[in-house]
C-alpha cells in the first residue's frame, strides 16, 4: 500500500513538473524573455552584460518600427542571437556597404544596424534581414539595477 | 464550484497543448500546387500534411527534404518548399539572376517541384534556416493518401559542385 502511494506521488510530481515546464515554454516563447548581451556592437545603448527584457507580441504582429532594438536569428547561423536596431523598413532606400551602394529594402525585409557602427556585423555585411528572423523586441534593461531603463524606438 | 474546476483544467491544458505542438509538430493543410505531383495532385482535393517541429529543432536537414517555412517576402504566410542545396552546393539555377549560385553559410536552396508554377529560390535567392519551421513528414489526409513523405531529389536537381562528393541522401 505504500508503494502504491509512492508511486501516486511520483506521477503527481511529474505532472506537475510538465504543468510548470510547458507554461514557463508558452510565457518565454509567446509572452515575453530574458535575454544577456554579449558583444560591442550595440555601444553605447547596450553594454556587455546587461540584461534586457523582450516581448514576443509585437513582433508576432508585425507592430515594428523603425528604431526598435529587436532579437533576430543570424542568417548565417541559426542558432545564434543577434541585437541590433531596425533603421530601415521595406520599401525604404539605404546605403549599403561597398558591392552595392544604395539600395531599396525588399519586401517582407528589415535593415538592422548596431549603434556602434564601426564595429559591428550588421546589414551594411549581410544585406536586409527577412522579418520572419525577428524573435522580439527589447523593451527595458533590467540588470544592472542602477542602469535600468526603458529602451524604446529613437531614430 | 465545477466552474472553477473547468476554468482551472483549461488555463493548464492550453500551455500543455501549444508546448505539445511547438515541439512535436502539428498538422496543417497545404493549398496551392507548387508541390505537384507530391502534394495536391489533384486540384480538386486538397491535402493535410503532418509538419514535425520535432525533426527540426537542431536545423539538421537534409537534401530532398520537404519543409516548410516562412516566406522571406510575406512574414504571415508560410510555404511549403523541397531543400535543394544546402551550404556550400552550387546549385544550377532556373532562371535565377546568375547562372550558378554557390550557397551561402546558413542558408539553404529551396525549389518547388512543379517547376515552372512555383514561388521558390529561384525568384528570392538562397533563404536563411533560420527561416525553417519544420518538416512534413507525413501525409495525413485524405486516407487513401496516407504515406510517408521520401527525401528524394529529383536526377537532374542535385546540386553540381563542392559537396557533391558527400551525398546526404545515401546515409
Known sequence: MAFMKFIGKTCGFMGYIIQTACITHCTFEYVGDFVMCSGPSMEPTLQTNNVLFTEHISPRFQRLRRGDIVIFKSPSNPRQNICKRITAMSGDRVRGNFPRRNQVVPRGHVWLEGDNASNSADSRVYGPVPVGLIRSRVVCRVWPFDKIALLSSSC | MWFRSI?????????????????????????????????????????????????????????????????????????????????????????????????????????????????????????????????????????????????????????????????????
Not at chain 2, 31 to 38: A, D, K, N, T, W
Request: with cysteine.
Open chain 2, 7 to 171: 476554468c482551472r483544467s483549461v488555463l493548464l491544458g492550453v500551455p500543455i497543448g501549444i508546448t505539445f505542438l511547438d515541439t512535436v509538430g502539428y498538422v496543417a493543410r497545404v493549398e496551392g500546387i507548387s508541390m505537384q505531383p507530391v502534394l495536391n495532385p489533384d486540384s480538386k482535393d486538397t491535402d493535410y500534411v503532418f509538419l514535425s517541429r520535432w525533426a527540426v529543432r537542431d536545423y539538421e536537414l537534409r537534401r530532398g527534404d520537404v519543409i516548410s517555412l516562412v516566406s522571406p517576402k510575406d512574414p504571415h504566410q508560410k510555404i511549403i518548399k523541397r531543400i535543394v542545396g544546402l551550404q556550400g552546393d552550387v546549385v544550377y539555377t532556373l532562371g535565377y539572376k546568375s547562372q550558378y549560385v554557390k550557397v551561402p553559410e546558413g542558408h539553404c536552396w529551396v525549389e518547388g517541384d512543379h517547376t515552372g508554377h512555383t514561388l521558390d529560390s529561384n525568384t528570392f535567392g538562397p533563404v536563411s534556416l533560420g527561416l525553417v519551421n519544420a518538416k512534413a513528414a507525413y501525409i495525413v489526409w485524405p486516407p487513401n493518401r496516407w504515406q510517408k513523405l521520401e527525401g528524394k531529389l529529383p536526377e537532374n536537381r542535385k546540386p553540381i559542385g563542392p559537396a557533391v562528393g558527400i551525398n546526404l541522401l545515401e546515409k
